[in-house]
C-alpha cells in the first residue's frame, strides 16, 4: 500500500507548501498530493481553496490575483503560496505526484506544463496522477491526450463513478475512507481501477485500508503512516 502525503504533509506543516512538501519527503512517501488554481496572470498556484483567507492573510478569490500579487502574501505560519513548477522542481521525480485540479480551466494548461517537464527532465507520464471532483476537466484531458493516469476523486462510493471512470478510461479512483467498505474496494478492483482512500490520518482506518488491499492512503500524517 502508497502512502501520499495530503498536501505535502498537512499535520505537520502548513498544507501546500514547499516546506510540507518537504517534509512529507523526509518521511520517504511514495506519493505527494497537492491541489492547484489559475491564477490571474496564467500561473499555475499550488493551493486548497478558492479564496486565500482560510490558509493566508490575503483575503479574496485566488482567481482575481496575479502571481506578482500571490507572492506577497504568506501562510499564517508564514510560508509562501507555491507554483506548480517550483512543486516539479523541488520534487524532481522523487516520488509519484498527484495533482487535484481544483480551479476552473486548471486542466489543459497542466498538462501542457507536465509536458513540458516529461520532456526537458526526469518526470515520466507515469509519475503523475490528475484528479478531480470536477470530472468535466478530467474529460478535457481525455479530449486531447491519453497519456496521463487521471484519477476520479469522489465523495460518493456509487455505481455513478464507475460509469465515469469507465467513460474516462481513468486510471483510479479516490473515495473518502469515511463512507468505504470493503465490497465497494472489491467492486472497483473488480472493474479495474487502483483505489486511492482520502483522508487517512487514524492508525485504525490505516490498518483497515491495507487489510482492503487498497493500491493507496492519502494521509496528513505520512509520518504515522509510514
Not at 38 to 63: A, F, M, P, W
Request: contains cysteine.
Amino acid at each position: 500500500m502508497k502512502i501520499f502525503g495530503h498536501r505535502g504533509a498537512a499535520g505537520l506543516i502548513a498544507e501546500n507548501t514547499l516546506e510540507s512538501i518537504t517534509a512529507a519527503l523526509e518521511h520517504g512517501v511514495d506519493g505527494i498530493e497537492i491541489d492547484v488554481h489559475r491564477c490571474k496572470s496564467g500561473e499555475l498556484v499550488v493551493i486548497h481553496d478558492n479564496t486565500l483567507q482560510r490558509t493566508t492573510n490575503g483575503q479574496g478569490n485566488v482567481s482575481k490575483f496575479t502571481w506578482s500579487d500571490l507572492k506577497k502574501f504568506r501562510t499564517i505560519e508564514g510560508y509562501m503560496i507555491p507554483l506548480l513548477d517550483q512543486v516539479l522542481d523541488l520534487i524532481d521525480a522523487k516520488c509519484v505526484l498527484n495533482i487535484e485540479l481544483k480551479g476552473i480551466g486548471t486542466a489543459l494548461p497542466t498538462i501542457e506544463l507536465l509536458e513540458k517537464y516529461i520532456k526537458n527532465s526526469s518526470w515520466k507520464y507515469d509519475d503523475f496522477i490528475i484528479s478531480s471532483f470536477d470530472h468535466s476537466q478530467l474529460f478535457q484531458i481525455k479530449s486531447v491526450t491519453s497519456k496521463f493516469n487521471l484519477g476520479v476523486l469522489t465523495e460518493e462510493n456509487s455505481t455513478q463513478v464507475l460509469k465515469i471512470a469507465k467513460e474516462l478510461n481513468a486510471f483510479s479512483v479516490h473515495p473518502p475512507v469515511t463512507t468505504l467498505t470493503k465490497d465497494e474496494v472489491d467492486l472497483m478492483h473488480q472493474e479495474g481501477y487502483q483505489v486511492y482512500v482520502w483522508t487517512v490520518n487514524d492508525k485504525t482506518l490505516i490498518d483497515q485500508s491495507k487489510s482492503w488491499n487498497v493500491e493507496g492512503i492519502i494521509t496528513d500524517f505520512p509520518n504515522l503512516a509510514k
